[in-house]
């Protein structure tokens, strides 16, 4: 089993739809989860970060965390055509300093 | 407030030759870790760095070398490239070692052939 799954995607929705991204994770002593938004040939940008169970949101993106079914998702509200990338999510291990494990990312595309 | 800054942008190099890589984080930042990038995937971990010591290592061979400076800025050394070493290189800067957020530099695009 992959240290962090990103299985769903590609992923397509109309514009002004809600966007669903998931991520499921295996080690239990993660402690620190984010997702980043990655262009076609730039690098990765820091987009949400959530470290408690529970719910977080900035602005149009709302992240979710449930330590106990180990998966963490991000929800794009008002999707627009801008959103379109590859969301990846990536956590770091208790005692792993300041290594990030990804997923292989999550290809949205937003239909004008 | 600058970002992380990488260079060179891009870089084709023959295998057998050595490549150094350069990254200086956002000021303030002492932690700096450098990613693999290939194609399709997510990043992989290689190094990180904080006050100049190794604090992490991923599974890459002995080619794959780092070093931090007095102003914490690193390079990446990779010797004897082969192909497989082709990948977009990232460099990631943080306030500190454990769970901080991360921010990523531009990458080096690194083309062996």
């Known amino acids: 089993q992959k240290e962090v799954e990103q299985n769903s995607g590609p992923l397509s929705v109309p514009e002004g739809a809600i966007a669903s991204l998931n991520c499921t994770y295996s080690?239990?002593?993660?402690?620190?989860f984010f997702w980043y938004r990655q262009y076609s040939g730039k690098s990765p940008e820091l987009i949400m970060s959530?470290?408690?169970?529970g719910d977080k949101e900035d602005g149009r993106f709302t992240a979710q965390l449930n330590k106990a079914s180990q998966y963490v998702s991000l929800l794009i509200r008002d999707s627009q055509p801008s959103d379109s990338a590859t969301y990846l999510c990536?956590?770091?291990?208790?005692?792993?300093?300041?290594?990030?494990?990804f997923g292989k990312g999550i290809t949205l595309s937003v239909r004008p | 407030d600058a970002g992380v800054t990488q260079s060179p942008t891009h870089l084709i190099k023959t295998r057998g030759q050595h490549v150094t890589l350069r990254c200086s984080p956002i000021s303030g930042h002492k932690s700096v870790s450098w990613y693999q990038q290939v194609l399709g995937q997510g990043p992989q971990f290689i190094f990180q760095?904080?006050?100049?010591?190794?604090?992490g290592r991923g599974n890459f061979p002995d080619r794959f070398s780092a070093r931090q400076f007095p102003n914490y800025s690193s390079e990446l050394n990779v010797n004897a490239l082969l192909l497989g070493d082709s990948a977009l290189y990232l460099c990631?800067?943080?306030?500190?070692?454990?769970?901080?957020?991360?921010?990523f530099g531009p990458g080096t695009r690194l083309t062996v052939t």
């Open positions: 990536a956590v770091i291990v208790t005692g792993a300093n300041s290594k990030l494990t």
């Open positions: 990631a800067s943080s306030p500190g070692t454990g769970g901080h957020e991360q921010y």
């Open positions: 959530i470290y408690s169970n």
């Open positions: 080690d239990r002593g993660s402690q620190s």
């Open positions: 760095y904080y006050e100049k010591e190794e604090r």
